[in-house]
């Protein structure tokens, strides 16, 4: 188990959040909705195996990269994510405010 969880982590995405991977474990992932042009991202989380590696900033990174590589704004609602965005500058023109609607989104898309 000690190989697996020294390999070089990977980002993958699907429709609905972003997980990062060390081997073959889930390491963490962040969720998000879209709605129009932007990607809401509302919930992340990393398990305490992988804590203090910087997993959560290499995944939020390559989530953001490919957000803007998709033409989509991202809209922060998540801690780790607002989090990172305001110590991280490179992503400010694509960033959107977090609104009512957009947590309202979020709302409806989890019922």
């Known amino acids: ?11 993958h995405a699907d429709t609905r959040r972003y997980e990062i991977r060390v081997g073959d474990t889930r390491a963490g992932f962040t969720e998000f909705v879209d709605s129009g042009d932007q990607r809401i991202f509302f919930h992340t989380e990393i398990d305490e ?11 939020i990174r390559a989530a953001l990269e490919d957000t803007v590589a998709h033409a989509k704004r991202i809209v922060p609602i998540c801690p780790f994510v607002a ?16 609104t009512p609607e957009a947590q309202q989104t979020v709302r409806e898309s989890r019922s």
């Open 83 to 98: 989090g990172f965005v305001e110590k991280h500058h490179d992503f400010d023109d694509s960033l959107d405010p977090v």
């Open 49 to 59: 195996r992988f804590s203090g590696r910087g997993l959560a900033s290499t995944l």
């Open 1 to 11: 188990m000690t190989d697996e969880l020294d390999a070089q982590p990977e980002v």
